[in-house]
């Protein structure tokens, strides 16, 4: 089954008088159990299409369909529902929550889901302990080195079981041994759980570790293996 279907997908942001044609006509599908990195120049669109595929984001034409529904004939509710838990969303800056400690950010989106507190504090700790932070689990961000901050978010993405992970340049900003580890994690939990995988990436050393690479260029796919 596809968990991600694209058809001619684009995107356009208007900024004044010009506009900038971030995705220009992208048509691509993603498998149940892939492990795929997006990977491309500066620019050339790898936010914008995990925006769209992550739900956050609508296309300017195109259609974009996740476990089946199409995106646009949602309402924000439903797409919002659909979001909290279909798919795991890491960012590049994190967007942990500062005030709340590494725990309390892992079982933010089960408690957002409706999952009583005890419930999802249990979840929480096993997600941490899966990423091997079970020890700081009540320390906050700025109590965290950088690679323990993105081992929190893909905790946090990882709560909810969701069937697709996104993550943005997940180790951008990381030393090159920290940022192997973060890939060796994902792949690991994507052969154990079966979780989709979709990440962005500028890093060629990375790619030797995907099954497959989407490259883009100015907004428009230069190969899909
Ligand atoms: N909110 C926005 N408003 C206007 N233009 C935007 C916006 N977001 C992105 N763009 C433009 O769309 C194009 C694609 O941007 P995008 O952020 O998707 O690239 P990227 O591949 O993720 O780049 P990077 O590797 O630097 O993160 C760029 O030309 C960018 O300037
Ligand atoms: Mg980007």
Not at 8 to 24: C, F, I, S
Not at 117 to 124: F, I, L, P, S
Not at 179 to 188: F, H, P
Not at 190 to 210: A, C, M, P, Y
């Amino acid at each position: 089954m596809n968990v991600v279907e694209l058809e001619n997908v684009t995107k356009d942001y208007h900024l004044g008088e010009t506009t900038v044609q971030a995705l220009r006509g992208i048509s691509l599908s993603l498998a149940a159990g892939e492990f795929a990195a997006v990977w491309g120049p500066s620019g050339s669109g790898k936010t914008t299409l995990l925006n769209l595929i992550g739900a956050i984001d609508i296309p300017s034409g195109g259609n974009v369909r996740l476990n089946g529904h199409d995106l646009a004939s949602l309402d924000d509710d439903r797409r919002s529902d659909l979001r909290n838990k279909a798919i795991g969303f890491v960012f590049q800056n994190f967007n942990l929550v500062p005030v709340l400690s590494a725990i309390e950010n892992v079982m933010l989106p089960l408690q957002i889901g409706g999952m009583p507190g005890g419930e999802a504090r249990a979840r929480a700790h096993a997600c941490l302990t899966d990423v091997e932070l079970e020890k700081f689990e009540e320390h906050r961000p700025d109590q965290l080195s950088g690679g323990q901050r993105q081992r929190v978010s893909i905790a946090r993405a990882l709560s909810t079981k969701p069937a697709l992970v996104i993550a943005d340049e997940p180790t951008a900003n990381l030393d090159s041994v920290t940022a192997l580890k973060i890939v060796d994690l994902m792949r690991d939990l994507n052969r154990r759980e079966k979780t989709t995988f979709l990440f962005s990436t500028h890093d060629q050393r990375l790619l030797s570790h995907v099954d497959r690479r989407i490259e883009l260029a100015d907004g428009l796919l230069t190969a899909a293996a």
